[in-house]
């Protein structure tokens, strides 16, 4: 019985030992596979050091780094100001020659120069610190030049001291605010007439898309995008008017809000009933404040409001609308939140527009005319007779600045340093002349008309604040 009971016991565990021998083995030969894997990954990745090396020793060439002591380019007028210039040389030959330097005003003045003797061998570096006396409010340029035996070029900088202290003349008409009290009047009479429709190809089981109608002032028709959430009942409403040119789309990034971008007249889909190309659209009407484009314009966006407002239905939490805009839609989100109170919170990038006087005299110094002033001064040029005095008669009821003290929700405002298009001294003019208290901004050092990531995200958590959304 013994010996029987020891062949059974034979018989029922040699599979188990097979088994476990085909799991050793199918192990060990993992491990191979999983060694052989991670020879080729070394092996390749030594391979790209070699080429980044190979690279780096063929490619010839001075590398320049330039930063501010502050990381955000702004200082206090009680303050110095530092920057350090740091530069590597890759060249085989031995680089000769001197680094200058200097500050000017935003328009062109100059307030200090200085340079530094060069003299770099192969993959050496150095170290350069400039030190910048006390300056008064406003923003400077820092300008960076290095000429060396093989190497020719100027790195471009912005700093900008207590820009919280800079200050602008208003000028605004007498009546603003009877002009555009009548212009709400106006609008009043023209029906809406809203029409919603589902745009299924666009939607997907997250989110429904919807086109969306409506007659605005002058009886012209203008259209958006809608896209709402399908899990929730009741959401905030991310509001977003455009950019010069920039056609909309639907958002279908908003995960917490009801996106809601609008085309107003002109632009994107809204473009049947008037046709204007982007360089005579900043132009058209301009020589009549009644027929100026942007009265239209901002009209519109006071009309995508009262569909808002209109549609509860639809899931929108009235009291939470936020409205957002770059650029031109800078420029149309202040006067949005300027005549109509039904806007909580206004974040707004580069806006466009802002104290267009002093824009004016900042780019009169630019070397090369650049938007929006380009098509201005085109626009002048080619109209004998009119005159700068023409210009401002008209445009003075729609600068950002004039509509600035009317503000009263809370704002965010971020601008780059290097903006040609919006002098960041005119940005932070029209910023200080808004009637919230509860108001910030942010400074992007190396970014030109745009901001970063860095900034949205920010964004994106002072909203969560001030809707209280959690």
Known sequence: MLKNYKKLLIILTTPLLLAGSYTAMAQIVNAKKETGAAKKEAAAAKKEKEEAKKKEETNEELIPEVNPSHKDGLYEDDETINYKIKLKSTYKETQEGRLSYDVLTDDNRTVLTG?????????????????????????????????????????????????????????????????????LKELKKVPPDFKVTIDKKQSSK?????????????????????????????????????????????NMDADDFIAFDID?????????????????YSTT????????IYRGAIMDCIRGMDFLYSHYNLGVDTGSIYVEGGSQGGALGIATAALDKRVKVLTVQVPLYSDIRDTYDISATYTEQVFPFKMFRKYYDTHPGYTWDDFYKVFDYYDPQNFAPKVHCPVLMGIGLLDLFCPPRSSMCMFNHLGTKNKEFITVANSTHEVNFNYFMFQNNWLREQLRIP
């Open 264 to 280: 107003v007249r002109g632009n994107g889909i809204s473009r049947d009933q008037i046709k204007l190309n982007t360089d005579i």
């Open 285 to 292: 009407g301009i020589e009549d404040r009644d027929r100026y």
């Open 206 to 250: 997250d989110k429904k898309v919807y086109l969306v109608e409506m007659r605005s002032y002058d009886d012209v028709t203008i259209r958006g995008w809608l896209v709402i959430p399908t899990f929730g009942h009741r959401f905030p409403v991310h509001y977003r008017v455009p950019g010069y040119g920039v056609p909309m789309h639907p």
């Open 115 to 183: 340079h530094f003797p060069l003299k770099l061998k192969y993959k050496d570096g150095d170290t350069y610190s400039v030190t910048i006396p006390r300056q008064r409010p406003g923003f400077f340029h820092f300008n960076v030049r290095i000429n060396t035996t093989s190497y020719d070029d100027t790195i471009k900088s912005v700093f900008g001291v207590s820009p919280l202290k800079l200050t602008s003349t208003l000028h605004r008409p007498a009546d603003f605010d009877e002009f555009w009290r009548e212009t």
